[in-house]
């Protein structure tokens, strides 16, 4: 397994490449809108109460803060990449296999992660792109978006289900129906997502691996390794490791 991630001039966009990956991803959540393109293999990809195969040429769509969970047949090797953008865009349609935009996606990617790539170039791809995906009528509830911004802000400490009246002034049923509700994720699934989300940053300011482990929440760092690894598909040190300077 290898993943390549180029760090791009402008803030809110990052590009990465996947490789030779065999390992499905639990549910979990990113903070940013997720462009991605299918390079080999197929994964079934279930976004939301949306399930479908994703196979080698498609483009997919992840909408920021939509639980999403990726599978694939064991032993089954695949490949892909993506785009990362700090956008509240919700694409109407999840996959597309238009070709021709597939070809653009690539070409625009391959000069991201060169680094020959210029901000024109990218917002006029985005315009195009959000105008053939369409925008989603729909956004999420915001009972659980408020939830999930309150236990944002309390991520890093050592929460207990007890604790949630106080932190974020729901019961701990009241949370864990929300969130199965309208993200499929329960309140532990949550938090390890907005821990990832939050070492990662940490880890970009250079922080080591344990200090990241213990400001971001986790219990000890091989637990923030497995759980980054599960969530990421790298482990934090490779991650630090393949980031282009």
Known sequence: MKKTISTLPWPGISAECFR????????????????GLMEEGTRTLICGSSRMDIQSGDLFMIPC???HACY????????????????AWRP?????RKRNLSR???????????????SRELSDFLARF????????DAPAPAALDLVKSLQTCSSQRIHLSDLPALCGYSAA??????????????HQ???SLRVQDSRRLLENGLSLSRTAMEAGFADQPHFTNQFAAVMGITPGKWISQRKK
């Open 92 to 96: 109407a349609r999840i996959l597309n």
């Open 174 to 187: 009241s949370a864990q129906r929300i969130l199965s509700a309208h993200t499929g994720l329960s309140v």
């Open 65 to 67: 803060w939509c639980a």
């Open 104 to 118: 653009e996606f690539l070409r625009l990617h391959d000069r991201l992660m060169n680094g020959s790539a210029d």
């Open 20 to 35: 030779g990956i065999t390992q499905s991803f639990p549910a979990h959540f990113h903070e940013e809108l997720v462009i």
């Open 72 to 87: 694939c047949a064991e032993n089954h090797v695949s490949g892909w990449r993506v785009l990362r953008v700090d956008s």
């Open 190 to 192: 949550a938090l390890t």
């Open 130 to 137: 959000k105008e053939a995906a369409g925008t989603a009528p």
